[in-house]
């Protein structure tokens, strides 16, 4: 089975096997709903590269699926796609599960997208080929064939997958992030994380509150200031300031634990 990495916006990279089914009956590739959006384009590209490669035009109807409840728009889930059908229609025979990711450029060549390598990988029986930038799908599929290496899990760029979300030890920063970005989030998104709070100088606005009693209880909420705001002795916050204090502390605390 082939898996890859869902790269998505506002969303954690997930690692997910493209499932891909083969029936007999007229000609036809069909993709799930959720890469429809992006990849019904690139179907006759993938006729064209399996016809490279030796296909016939046998009857066979190609079905590809991912588990995923959203509209898929990264470009890197094309080589895992190519490399799956390849699998399923039996012009390809792997001995390993195989971790793939990557996407065809105008000449056909591959490009991968930026991550480094964590030291070990969580997920014992995966394996992958070296990456190289601008080789050819034929390298590639030799290099999976052959001699494909345990995966070490992929780690990406947290900044290229969260535009503009600020974060602090890869929790979201609920306070520095702009609330317009924090609405881009998904709910299941801050369900997989922490939220770190850093609860200091003024109130979370009105709207963040808001916001926060919207979303699902997430793992934890990072408590980093339970003083007054004006952190002065004597103090010199209105009554109205400390009360205000008191009930967002006492909100987070019950947010905190569901």
């Given at each position: 089975?082939?898996?890859?990495?869902?790269?998505?916006p506002y969303?954690?990279?997930k690692?997910?096997?493209?499932?891909?089914?083969?029936?007999?009956?007229?000609?036809?590739?069909?993709?799930a709903?959720?890469?429809?959006?992006?990849?019904?384009?690139?179907?006759?590209?993938?006729?064209?590269?399996?016809?490279?490669?030796?296909?016939?035009?046998?009857?066979q109807?190609?079905?590809?699926?991912?588990?995923?409840?959203?509209?898929?728009?990264?470009?890197?889930?094309?080589?895992?796609?190519?490399?799956?059908i390849?699998?399923?229609?039996?012009?390809?025979?792997?001995?390993?599960?195989?971790?793939?990711?990557?996407?065809f450029?105008?000449d056909?060549?591959?490009?991968?997208?930026?991550?480094?390598?964590?030291?070990?990988?969580?997920?014992?029986?995966l394996?992958?080929?070296?990456?190289?930038?601008?080789?050819?799908?034929?390298?590639y599929?030799?290099?999976?064939?052959?001699?494909?290496?345990?995966?070490?899990?992929?780690?990406y760029?947290?900044?290229?997958?969260?535009?503009?979300?600020?974060?602090?030890e890869?929790?979201i920063d609920?306070?520095?992030?702009?609330?317009?970005?924090?609405?881009?989030?998904?709910?299941?998104?801050f369900?997989?994380?922490?939220?770190?709070?850093?609860?200091?100088?003024?109130?979370?606005?009105?709207?963040k509150?808001?916001?926060?009693?919207?979303l699902?209880?997430?793992?934890?909420?990072?408590?980093?200031?339970?003083?007054?705001f004006?952190?002065?002795?004597?103090?010199?916050?209105?009554k109205a300031?400390?009360?205000?204090?008191?009930?967002?502390?006492?909100?987070?605390?019950?947010?905190?634990?569901?």
């Open positions: 089975m082939i898996f890859t990495t869902l790269l998505e969303r954690y990279p690692i997910v096997p493209i499932e891909v089914t083969v029936l007999r009956g007229a000609r036809r590739l069909r993709l709903t959720p890469l429809r959006r992006k990849y019904s384009n690139f179907v006759p590209k993938i006729w064209n590269i399996m016809a490279k490669l030796g296909y016939q035009k046998y009857l109807k190609i079905y590809i699926s991912v588990d995923f409840d959203a509209p898929l728009i990264s470009p890197y889930y094309q080589l895992p796609i190519v490399v799956a390849l699998e399923a229609v039996g012009m390809l025979r792997l001995r390993h599960n195989i971790y793939s990711i990557g996407r450029m105008a056909y060549s591959l490009s991968y997208p930026s991550h480094k390598t964590s030291e070990s990988s969580p997920f014992p029986g394996f992958t080929a070296e990456l190289e930038q601008g080789e050819k799908l034929e390298q599929l030799n290099h999976i064939h052959t001699a494909p290496k345990e995966l070490l899990a992929p780690v760029p947290l900044n290229e997958l969260f535009p503009g979300i600020t974060f602090k890869n929790q609920f306070c520095k992030t702009p609330l317009s970005l924090l609405k881009r989030v998904p709910d299941t998104t369900q997989e994380s922490s939220i770190s709070i850093t609860y200091r100088h003024k109130p979370l606005s009105e709207q509150t808001q916001l926060l009693q919207t699902p209880h997430a793992k934890l909420v990072t408590l980093l200031h339970t003083v007054c004006c952190e002065k002795t004597p103090c010199i916050c209105s300031e400390l009360a205000l204090h008191s009930e967002q502390l006492q909100f987070l605390k019950e947010y905190s634990c569901p």
